[in-house]
């Protein structure tokens, strides 16, 4: 399906969420000079010199300056700024900021901020507000602004449907090139950009595309549907969007068409909506893992500590099980203290293999690589994987340990082998722990690091401690 790139935001829009500390390095116009520029004139009240500097950024560079700072002094630099503000800032700020800021503006100036974006970035805006809010703004919204919105507002979070653009340009596939061309000049409800138009039936169905320069070359009786590009898959409503996102990457799609349960179009979703999804899915990956969230940087120190206490405490509970391993081995410890010496050394070794193996699978689950027909081949392969490690490890480590206790000729032979069956144990519960997660629905990547922690910890210190007290007792 060839496409044609639908810019309908500048090139900053395309880098949307980039978590730059920008104190550090600048972006495009925006310098740590001129932030601290800013910083010091809202100390000094100066608010002719704000306007000035803030006058000559565009949206990205300006949600990057309000990211830059403080709660407070954003609050005081959008206030300082007004409706002077223009309404494509706020959806390039970082979902946490976007909160903050809109909640220290009236309802009229939501309305007004809302009216002026196109329905995607609207309901991107308004999703993040409480139901009631959410209906009071939509209230008040231009007419077509308000179907369309009310729409996309009906289906499911992260889906086609809540993602897609209802500003696009559509004609019936029996028009002739004179006729599309007299309807562009009239000009009538046209989006302010665009580049493909996209064709149809009598029943409103998808059936091509046209991209705009193809369009204008075309003689004037030629009918759409003979010049069209027919190549096309249309994505469901109702489809998730990491599935969409997937489907850009492997198809090479730049745009694509999204129908409803008829068939019939409803939206467009753009290679630039799908750049920001892509970078929100992975960064939610990457933090869910550790237990943190992505808007922290910007968050309250109790925000944060609201949000990761339940983590650590389900780690805790882990930790507890491992303990209780422990717990049933302490008279062999207590009588062999270099026991206490070296457990650790199998455990943390455990969670590391376990957590490499667990950040290639999450990976591989969201980018689609890892499927039915390649699972037992990956299973396999990160057995061996673990097995391989394990034997080179075990071997290292109790040569280290039988020059470091050279009086106790079993230890060396205990850790070896309960080194090699942690490390390989632990390369299979990196790959089968997120697999049964993502089977039972569950997102591997919530979940996996606190089961992988009771395994390789558990399972390692009963390795370790079980064979000491089988060998030396």
């Given at each position: 399906?060839?496409?044609?790139?639908?810019?309908?935001?500048?090139?900053?829009?395309?880098?949307?969420?980039?978590?730059?500390?920008?104190?550090?390095?600048?972006?495009?116009?925006l310098?740590?000079?001129?932030?601290?520029?800013v910083?010091?004139?809202?100390?000094?009240?100066?608010?002719?010199?704000?306007?000035?500097?803030?006058e000559?950024?565009?949206?990205?560079?300006?949600?990057?300056?309000?990211?830059?700072?403080?709660?407070?002094?954003?609050?005081?630099?959008?206030?300082?700024?007004?409706?002077?503000?223009?309404?494509?800032?706020?959806?390039?700020?970082?979902?946490?900021?976007?909160?903050?800021?809109?909640?220290?503006?009236?309802?009229?100036?939501?309305?007004?901020?809302?009216?002026?974006?196109?329905?995607?970035?609207?309901?991107?805006?308004?999703?993040?507000?409480?139901?009631?809010?959410?209906?009071?703004?939509?209230?008040?919204?231009?007419?077509?602004?308000?179907?369309?919105?009310?729409?996309?507002?009906?289906?499911?979070?992260d889906?086609?449907?809540?993602?897609?653009?209802?500003?696009?340009?559509?004609?019936?596939?029996?028009?002739?090139?004179?006729?599309?061309?007299?309807?562009?000049?009239?000009?009538?409800n046209?989006?302010?950009?665009?580049?493909d138009?996209?064709?149809?039936?009598?029943?409103?169905?998808?059936?091509?595309?046209?991209?705009?320069?193809?369009?204008?070359?075309?003689?004037?009786?030629?009918?759409?549907?003979?010049?069209?590009?027919?190549?096309?898959?249309?994505?469901?409503?109702?489809?998730?969007?990491?599935?969409?996102?997937?489907?850009?990457?492997?198809?090479?799609?730049?745009?694509?068409?999204?129908?409803d349960n008829?068939?019939?179009?409803?939206?467009?979703?753009?290679?630039?909506?799908?750049?920001?999804?892509?970078?929100?899915?992975?960064?939610?990956?990457?933090?869910?893992?550790?237990?943190?969230?992505?808007g922290?940087?910007?968050?309250?120190?109790?925000?944060?500590?609201?949000?990761?206490?339940?983590?650590?405490?389900?780690?805790?509970?882990?930790?507890?099980?491992?303990?209780?391993?422990?717990?049933?081995?302490?008279t062999?410890?207590?009588?062999?203290?270099?026991?206490?010496?070296?457990?650790p050394?199998?455990?943390?070794?455990?969670?590391?293999?376990?957590?490499?193996?667990?950040?290639?699978?999450?990976?591989?689950?969201?980018t689609?690589e890892?499927?039915?027909?390649?699972?037992?081949?990956?299973?396999?392969?990160?057995?061996?994987?673990?097995?391989?490690?394990?034997?080179?490890?075990?071997?290292?480590?109790?040569?280290?340990t039988?020059?470091?206790?050279?009086?106790?000729?079993k230890?060396?032979?205990?850790?070896?082998?309960?080194?090699?069956?942690?490390?390989?144990?632990a390369?299979?519960?990196?790959?089968?722990?997120?697999?049964?997660?993502?089977?039972?629905?569950?997102d591997?990547?919530?979940?996996?690091?606190?089961?992988?922690?009771?395994?390789?910890?558990?399972?390692?210190?009963?390795?370790?401690?079980?064979?000491?007290?089988?060998?030396?007792?």
């Amino acid at each position: 399906m060839k496409k044609k790139i639908k810019k309908r935001r500048s090139l900053p829009h395309l880098k949307k969420h980039q978590k730059k500390e920008q104190h550090m390095q600048p972006v495009l116009g925006l310098g740590p000079k001129m932030v601290n520029s800013v910083i010091i004139a809202l100390e000094e009240g100066d608010d002719i010199h704000i306007r000035k500097i803030v006058e000559g950024l565009d949206e990205y560079d300006l949600a990057k300056l309000i990211e830059a700072l403080t709660l407070p002094q954003r609050r005081q630099l959008v206030e300082i700024l007004g409706d002077k503000i223009n309404p494509e800032v706020f959806p390039e700020l970082n979902d946490v900021v976007q909160e903050q800021v809109m909640d220290s503006l009236d309802e009229d100036q939501i309305v007004h901020i809302v009216n002026e974006l196109d329905s995607d970035e609207a309901v991107e805006l308004l999703e993040h507000l409480d139901d009631d809010e959410q209906r009071t703004i939509i209230s008040q919204l231009d007419p077509e602004l308000k179907s369309q919105v009310t729409s996309s507002l009906s289906y499911p979070e992260d889906s086609a449907g809540r993602i897609m653009a209802r500003d696009f340009v559509s004609m019936p596939d029996d028009w002739t090139v004179k006729e599309a061309k007299e309807y562009l000049l009239k000009g009538q409800n046209l989006p302010e950009d665009f580049y493909d138009i996209f064709l149809t039936d009598s029943q409103y169905r998808p059936t091509g595309e046209i991209a705009l320069d193809k369009l204008v070359r075309a003689k004037p009786n030629q009918r759409l549907r003979d010049i069209m590009d027919g190549e096309i898959t249309p994505v469901d409503v109702y489809t998730d969007q990491e599935e969409v996102a997937h489907m850009f990457r492997e198809y090479g799609w730049m745009s694509a068409m999204v129908v409803d349960n008829n068939g019939r179009l409803v939206g467009v979703i753009t290679i630039d909506d799908v750049v920001h999804v892509i970078h929100e899915e992975a960064s939610e990956d990457i933090m869910y893992l550790s237990g943190a969230d992505e808007g922290d940087v910007y968050k309250s120190v109790g925000e944060i500590f609201k949000s990761r206490w339940i983590w650590l405490f389900t780690n805790l509970f882990a930790t507890f099980i491992a303990a209780s391993v422990v717990q049933g081995f302490q008279t062999i410890i207590a009588q062999v203290s270099t026991l206490a010496v070296l457990m650790p050394i199998v455990a943390s070794m455990g969670g590391t293999t376990g957590n490499q193996t667990l950040a290639v699978v999450v990976r591989a689950l969201a980018t689609k690589e890892l499927t039915s027909r390649n699972t037992l081949r990956m299973i396999f392969k990160e057995f061996c994987v673990g097995l391989m490690n394990g034997v080179i490890f075990a071997g290292l480590v109790a040569l280290v340990t039988h020059l470091w206790f050279p009086e106790q000729m079993k230890l060396s032979l205990i850790i070896g082998i309960a080194m090699l069956t942690n490390l390989t144990l632990a390369s299979l519960a990196g790959i089968l722990i997120p697999l049964t997660l993502n089977k039972l629905k569950v997102d591997p990547a919530v979940s996996s690091g606190v089961f992988l922690i009771a395994i390789t910890d558990s399972g390692g210190f009963f390795v370790f401690l079980g064979l000491a007290k089988l060998l030396l007792f």
